[in-house]
């Protein structure tokens, strides 16, 4: 539903035609595609439209990002709505589920190989130095 599309965008958009709703998968292509227009939440790991397109050239690009978007998630209604009417609803990442599964995965990662790997790298290191 595009109302719904519309409320679930990530409320950092500049308003305006185009939005990113909240399905953004992070792949990058958009902001690769327009950086001028296109940036990344680094907190949220998503995509939001930082400046609507201005010039045929930008438009262009924005209007291949939407087409090469993924999960469809990057939207052409913006201009149908009345933006400070309908406010964005709270990103999930900053919902209470949301910040304990941030947590859980924080935890997780810090108990990961990835953490465990420069130790085992100075162990191999040693053994191969004939100090281990
Ligand atoms: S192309 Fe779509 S899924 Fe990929 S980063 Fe941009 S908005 Fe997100």
Not at 62 to 75: F, K, L, M, P, S
Not at 76 to 90: N, S
Not at 121 to 132: D, E, F, N, Q, T
Request: proline share 7%; net charge neutral.
């Amino acid at each position: 539903m595009p109302i719904d599309d519309f409320k679930n965008r990530w409320p950092e958009n500049i308003s305006g035609k185009y939005y990113v709703s909240n399905q953004c998968m992070d792949c990058d292509l958009c902001r690769e595609t327009a950086p001028a227009n296109f940036a990344r939440h680094h907190a949220g790991g998503y995509s939001y439209v930082r400046k609507q397109p201005e010039t045929p050239e930008e438009e262009a690009l924005v209007r291949e990002c939407v087409a090469g978007c993924c999960v469809d998630t990057i939207h052409t209604d913006g201009d149908v709505f009345d933006w400070r009417a309908i406010p964005a609803d709270t990103p999930f990442y900053l919902t209470p589920e949301g910040e304990a599964l941030r947590k859980r995965n924080a935890e997780q990662i810090s108990h990961s190989c990835c953490k465990a790997r420069p130790s085992i790298w100075a162990r191999l290191r040693r053994l191969l130095s004939g100090k281990g």
